[in-house]
């Protein structure tokens, strides 16, 4: 099993940064896939970005050039840097892990909040 622990979630305007950390504990595999998810409210939850513990990231295409995801290996820790940050950017952000298809873990949540 695997715990997830997000932190870095708050209140920001409109171009602002946040940058957002998950620290993984527990059964570790070696190959695995960390990434961000985001759900607002009445919306469907949707990929952020990932990043593999080889390196190989990949983003939504609504936040490439303002965000930038990376990770710490040694730490079981992935950053979200978010900049250039939008209303719509608002929601609340989660954290993920998978290893394989039956082997995949959910952070709490922390919520993102754009003003304008």
């Known amino acids: 099993q695997v715990q997830l622990v997000e932190s870095g979630g708050g209140l920001v305007q409109a171009g602002g940064s946040l940058r957002l950390s998950c620290a993984a504990s527990?059964?570790?595999?070696?190959?695995?896939?960390m990434g961000w998810y985001r759900q607002a409210p009445g919306k469907q939850r949707e990929l952020v970005a990932g990043?593999?513990?080889?390196?190989?990231?990949n983003y939504a295409d609504s936040v490439k050039g303002r965000f930038t995801i990376s990770r710490d290996n040694a730490k079981n820790t992935v950053y979200l840097q978010m900049n250039s940050l939008k209303l719509e950017d608002t929601a609340v952000y989660y954290c993920?892990?998978?290893?394989?298809?039956?082997?995949?873990?959910w952070g709490q949540g922390t919520q993102v909040t754009v003003s304008s």
């Open positions: 527990g059964s570790i595999f070696r190959f695995n896939v």
């Open positions: 990043i593999s513990s080889g390196g190989l990231a």
């Open positions: 993920h892990y998978a290893a394989t298809l039956g082997y995949d873990y």
